[in-house]
């Protein structure tokens, strides 16, 4: 059961609070600095900045959150409802805290949101076909 009911969207949120918190009111420019940056054929340079940095990462966990909604169980029907959890205090700290107001935390909540939309219409889909091949034997 373990990974299959841990919320994995709240790493994001988490790594962004360890960042936000000890920036308070500087998180839009510790957002903005630079990460690191990586020299292109070009000679141009991609350079890649905390708030990217989050966003990438949360956009692959997003990937496998939808990936792990594909399997109907009660692990996953668990996972989901704690994914509720994550958007609701994502939204929250969004809405009322000052260093999580920015577009950076807003894509987390809106990952979340999206995590807990796609894995429930997913799952519900994947249980139809499910009922349906059962019954069609």
Not at 3 to 19: D, E, K, S
């Amino acid at each position: 059961m373990g990974m299959q009911v841990f919320p994995l969207l709240i790493i994001p949120a988490l790594l962004y609070a360890l960042i936000a918190i000890p920036s308070g009111d500087n998180v839009a420019a510790t957002m903005a600095s630079q990460a690191f940056a990586m020299p292109l054929p070009s000679a141009g340079a991609w350079v890649v900045t905390w708030g990217h940095l989050i966003t990438l990462l949360s956009v692959v966990i997003l990937f496998l959150e939808i990936l792990k909604s594909t399997t109907p169980s009660a692990a996953q029907m668990l996972d989901n409802g704690l994914a509720v959890g994550v958007f609701i205090v994502c939204f929250v700290l969004w809405l009322l805290v000052r260093p999580f107001g920015t577009s950076e935390f807003f894509v987390i909540v809106l990952m979340s949101l999206l995590d807990f939309l796609a894995g429930s219409v997913i799952m519900t889909r994947v249980s139809q076909r499910t009922v349906q091949y059962d019954n069609a034997h």
